[in-house]
């Protein structure tokens, strides 16, 4: 579901961050979550064009079975980090951060390349993109 997201999104613009499928085969909504590539604020036509361009894919391709609901929503307060370019952007906001043996929330201190930087109770803590997950713990006060 990701890469067929993926693929109708890129063309207009449009960054995937994640798709998540809640409740499955109960009452199933897919949480479509985008971003700009162009990294203004997401609105609330470009969620109507996002929602309309991947609700056709996955009519054509059908990847759940059953009825569900399609939600597509900005990337909001509990953004997801991905890449460096993300951590870039929220240099000095706090991330919640899972994985590779740690569990911690801080603030993004530097980004080098893969690696970011988060100043912990016990000190600097160093990880590779790729190796944990992280979200963004702490809403700027205007738009990165």
């Not at 449009?14 to 409740?23: I, P, R």
């Not at 203004?40 to 064009?49: G, K, N, R």
């Not at 530097?110 to 993109?129: M, Q, W």
Request: proline share 6%; hydrophobic share 40%.
């Amino acid at each position: 579901m990701q890469r067929l997201a993926a693929a109708v999104l890129a063309p207009l613009g449009y960054e995937l961050l994640e798709v998540q499928v809640q409740n499955p085969g109960r009452r199933t909504t897919v949480v479509v979550r985008i971003d700009r590539q162009d990294e203004q604020p997401v609105s609330i036509e470009d969620l109507a064009i996002a929602s309309r361009a991947v609700s056709a894919e996955y009519d054509r391709v059908d990847p759940i079975t059953g009825e569900y609901r399609l939600e597509l929503e900005s990337p909001g307060a509990k953004r997801p980090l991905l890449g460096s370019r993300h951590f870039e952007r929220m240099l000095g906001l706090k991330a919640r951060v899972r994985g590779d043996g740690h569990s911690f929330t801080a603030p993004i201190t530097a980004v080098s390349g893969n690696d970011v930087t988060f100043e912990t109770t016990e000190g600097a803590v160093t990880l590779r993109i790729g190796q944990f997950q992280a979200n963004l713990a702490e809403f700027p006060s205007e738009h990165r």
